[in-house]
């Protein structure tokens, strides 16, 4: 190689050098200036985007942060938990109930202030995540009857139903076999009656049209206010319980502690009739969750 050639190398290999460091500190400048948005998740129904929504205001508001809101609905635990996990999605709403049950496998564990405690500490320790404290009422599975049912009967709790004869119970296609449903009703409470399976959508027309006595539902559902039926007391406290809070990763805590405090500003501020209602806006007057959100946050002097 000549001598001509080697300069030209030699100048070549500079001028790569050079413009290889000068790519790097683009980048890391890049990245140094734009914060990643959060990620906020939920499951594909309404109380979930609700919530989700809220969490996104308030965290845009309070917080000054940037969201990332495409992931709400994305879908079940079992698919928001590995997510949240690997770091693809930040924030999301869950149930005590679900988490312990659902994704650390555990039995079932009756006493919600128990519940709350072993379910943090788990997720604190097996996978970083912080579970802020209870926004105020949990959904769970509830036995729900028409206004109609419960005034002629004089039913008020689920001890009061079982003492009822020739019962028709509306269920989906597991309700007469887990045994967090019919199964274990029938054995705490002596629960009986002719069992009908039927699409969970079709419940409250059943009751409504008088093609059974009692359906299993979710105890926030809207539809219980559309079709104005009764939620009958767990006097035996049979169903686990379902309280509900936000699940944050804890590296988001620490580059961003203004999000926890966002966060906890609804901490006790939604009860299980505020969210029936929150619910009923959505999925029976077709309104916009995100609006629904925001409007409760105004109304609650949460957000300007």
């Given at each position: 190689?000549?001598?001509?050639k080697?300069i ?7 001028i790569?050098?050079?413009f290889?460091?000068?790519c ?10 734009q ?15 609700i919530?989700?929504f ?28 590995p ?7 930040d924030?999301?709403p869950?149930y005590?109930g ?28 097996k ?20 206004r ?13 139903l079982?003492?009822?004869k ?6 989906d296609?597991t309700?007469?076999?887990r045994?967090?449903e019919?199964?274990g009703?029938?054995?705490?409470y ?8 039927v ?5 409250y027309?059943g009751?409504k ?5 009692v359906?299993l ?17 767990d006097d035996?406290?049979?169903?686990p319980?379902y309280?509900?809070?936000?699940i ?24 299980e009739?505020?969210m ?11 309104r ?13 002097g949460?957000?300007?």
């Amino acid at each position: 190689m000549n001598r001509k050639k080697i300069i030209y190398l030699i100048f070549g290999i500079f001028i790569s050098v050079i413009f290889l460091q000068g790519c790097v500190k683009t980048d890391n400048t890049r990245s140094e200036k734009q914060d990643a948005p959060i990620v906020i998740a939920s499951k594909p129904f309404a109380e979930q985007y609700i919530l989700a929504f809220m969490a996104a205001e308030l965290i845009k508001t309070k917080a000054n942060a940037t969201v990332d809101t495409s992931k709400i609905g994305m879908g079940p635990s079992e698919l928001l938990h590995p997510a949240v996990e690997k770091g693809q999605i930040d924030i999301y709403p869950e149930y005590t109930g679900t988490a312990w049950i659902a994704i650390l496998k555990q039995p079932v564990e009756y006493d919600k202030d128990v519940l709350y405690k072993k379910v943090t500490e788990a997720y604190n320790q097996k996978f970083k995540l912080d579970w802020l404290p209870s926004l105020g009422f949990q959904n769970t599975f509830a036995l729900a009857v028409t206004r109609e049912t419960a005034d002629k009967n004089n039913i008020k709790t689920i001890s009061d139903l079982a003492k009822l004869k020739d019962l028709t119970l509306l269920g989906d296609a597991t309700s007469f076999t887990r045994e967090d449903e019919y199964p274990g009703l029938k054995k705490i409470y002596g629960l009986e009656g002719k069992q009908k399976v039927v699409d969970v959508n079709f419940y409250y027309e059943g009751l409504k049209q008088r093609q059974a006595d009692v359906a299993l539902v979710f105890s926030t559902d809207g539809r219980l206010k559309q079709y104005n039926l009764i939620i009958l007391e767990d006097d035996k406290h049979f169903f686990p319980p379902y309280e509900t809070g936000f699940i944050v990763r804890q590296e988001v805590v620490q580059k961003h502690p203004k999000v926890k405090e966002a966060l906890s500003l609804l901490n006790g501020k939604i009860n299980e009739k505020t969210m029936i209602e929150l619910n009923y806006q959505v999925e029976v007057e077709k309104r916009d969750p995100a609006e629904v959100a925001k409007k409760f946050l105004k109304e609650q002097g949460l957000i300007p």
